[in-house]
């Protein structure tokens, strides 16, 4: 083989074995495929039960608290050109947050949509309530007010008082805070319409004996101030309450296993009752562990934070 000849074909195997070895296989696509695209899912942060708390309030009381956003490591509410920090859930003003350990938090807790269905109290809970009773008179750590004065404008009784008016409701008469007085007057609208086509409940508010808004105190054996106290709640009892149990401490007063009273035992109001002071975000404290079932206070942040009112 002439030599010329023998050197370009081994030149042109050698290539062509090469090109063999490195070649990358691309599949062809088919006429009907689409470019595949991986999806990330994101990530959902939760908020924390400070965050939740601050924004809650905004909702709330919107023609009060401007914003809400997180200042110096701790969520803050401004309120008529105020802060206040949620500091451990106690919502104190700047100037108090060094005196935090002198304060219990603020109630801020989840409130069922409807009546929870009663069982009879385990050994463990039987143990908590009991401690419950003992520990109320002893434990003397008051919740701070600062942030539910500025917000009512009743941080003494004068002022509190120069907030009050005096409404009818159901035929009842009663001081309650100005800020809640178209509230109820839609709470009473409700209810009378529901009266027309239910006789029961024409009954009870026929049988309706005292209506109790406005009152200067604390709650019972403790220091801190009630709702009342802010002209915030009402309390609704009949003329009679037929043996029935009505407030945990009045109960805890001659039968030591107050918890042990169940929904059969105790006087509530109807449904229709509950459920028109539930819309316009009033709680009802029949739902409560201490259970206060004549009791109706106003507090719009509870439903908002429990996922119940947008």
Not at 169 to 194: D, M, N, P, W, Y
Not at 224 to 247: C, E, F, I, W
Not at 252 to 266: A, C, K, L, T
């Amino acid at each position: 083989m002439n030599k010329k000849i023998f050197i370009i074909t081994l030149i042109f195997v050698l290539g062509f074995f090469y090109s063999c070895v490195n070649k990358k296989t691309v599949p062809e696509a088919s006429a009907d495929s689409s470019p595949v695209i991986e999806t990330v899912e994101p990530i959902v942060v939760e908020p924390t039960r400070a965050e939740k708390t601050m924004r809650t309030l905004v909702l709330a009381y919107p023609d009060v608290i401007e914003k809400a956003e997180l200042r110096d490591d701790d969520w803050a509410v401004l309120m008529r050109g105020k802060w206040y920090y949620y500091a451990g859930g106690r919502l104190l003003p700047e100037n108090q947050l060094e005196n935090a350990a002198n304060y219990r938090p603020q109630q801020f807790y989840g409130y069922p949509k409807d009546l929870p269905e009663w069982k009879k109290p385990t050994e463990e809970e039987t143990t908590r309530y009991s401690s419950w009773t003992k520990a109320r008179s002893q434990n003397q750590t008051r919740r701070s007010n600062f942030f539910i004065d500025d917000l009512w404008q009743s941080s003494t009784r004068a002022q509190t008082e120069n907030n009050l008016v005096k409404i009818s409701f159901l035929g009842k008469t009663a001081k309650v805070h100005k800020g809640i007085q178209e509230k109820l007057s839609l709470v009473e609208t409700r209810i009378l319409a529901a009266a027309k086509i239910d006789t029961e409940l024409q009954t009870w508010i026929n049988n309706l004996g005292n209506l109790e808004g406005y009152g200067w105190r604390n709650i019972a054996d403790t220091s801190a101030r009630s709702y009342h106290s802010y002209g915030l709640a009402v309390d609704l009892l009949p003329k009679n309450l037929k043996g029935k149990q009505t407030y945990w401490l009045w109960t805890s007063q001659y039968r030591e296993d107050w918890w042990n009273v169940s929904y059969s035992e105790r006087y509530h109001p109807p449904e229709a009752v509950i459920t028109a002071f539930e819309a316009y975000g009033f709680v009802w404290g029949g739902k409560w562990p201490l259970f206060d079932t004549m009791h109706f206070e106003y507090r719009p942040e509870i439903f908002i934070f429990s996922g119940l009112h947008n």
